[in-house]
């Protein structure tokens, strides 16, 4: 079953006289409980694909359909509510609240969703102990390494208990070790919990750690599962 679906997405950016066509009319399919990187030199389109497919841009016109649910067709309160209960979000640069400990980090979203402060509290020491960092809830990011943060972003994605997991870059600012173990758990509860995960990465490592990859290209889908689309071949035929 598809988890997500889309239909000829195109991003376009105005500004002034000049037009940016970010995406170029991807239409694509994922199924639940897969974990699928998206791949592309800098520029291409994945981040904006990202951001297009979990409701945080809005497509210039397409269709975007996650869980059957039509995400182009809601207001953005009723897309951030969605978001809330069915979606998580995993960042480069963490954005975790410096100002708050791990554990209160890991709690905001079920707070922010009208969870009980108590039941907030035993959800994010579970997700805490899960990533391994249940002995480091009261401190600060500030006092947490590169991956002991990006563990805690994790747990704070996936507290809602999400059908579906957006990272964007997630190993792009941890040396190789560090990385490694951050792909290996978002692996292990990806096939543990049987939730999505999309990951746009730069990082062949990564890829290869994924069910499948889907290249970019100036806006295009120009490769998937090693199978080449005929935007790839008409590219690769021009030279």
Not at 56 to 61: E, F, K, L, N, T
Not at 84 to 98: D, E, K, T, V
Request: net charge negative.
């Amino acid at each position: 079953m598809s988890i997500i679906r889309c239909q000829d997405i195109v991003k376009t950016y105005v500004t002034g006289d000049i037009r940016v066509e970010a995406l170029k009319g991807i239409s694509m399919q994922i199924k639940k409980g897969e974990m699928v990187a998206v791949m592309g030199p800098s520029g291409c389109g994945k981040t904006t694909l990202l951001n297009c497919l979990s409701g945080i841009d809005d497509v210039s016109s397409g269709q975007v359909l996650i869980e059957g649910v039509e995400l182009t067709k809601m207001d953005d309160n009723e897309k951030t509510r969605f978001r809330a209960r069915r979606m998580g979000f995993i960042f480069q640069f963490y954005n975790l609240l410096p100002v708050l400990s791990a554990q209160e980090n890991v709690e905001l979203p079920l707070l922010i969703s009208g969870e009980s402060p108590s039941i907030a509290r035993e959800k994010a020491l579970e997700l805490l102990e899960t990533v391994g960092l249940k002995d480091r809830a009261s401190l600060r990011p500030a006092s947490l390494s590169g991956g002991e943060r990006q563990r805690v972003t994790i747990a704070r994605a996936l507290v809602n208990t999400p059908a579906l997991v957006w990272a964007d870059e997630p190993t792009g600012d941890l040396d190789k070790k560090t990385a490694d173990e951050v792909v290996a758990l978002m692996r292990r509860l990806n096939q543990e919990n049987q939730q999505t995960f999309v990951i746009v990465t730069h990082d062949p490592e990564v890829g290869m750690k994924c069910d499948r990859i889907i290249h970019m290209r100036d806006g295009e889908i120009v490769d998937v599962d090693g199978k080449v689309s005929t935007v790839c071949q008409d590219i690769i035929a021009r030279g």
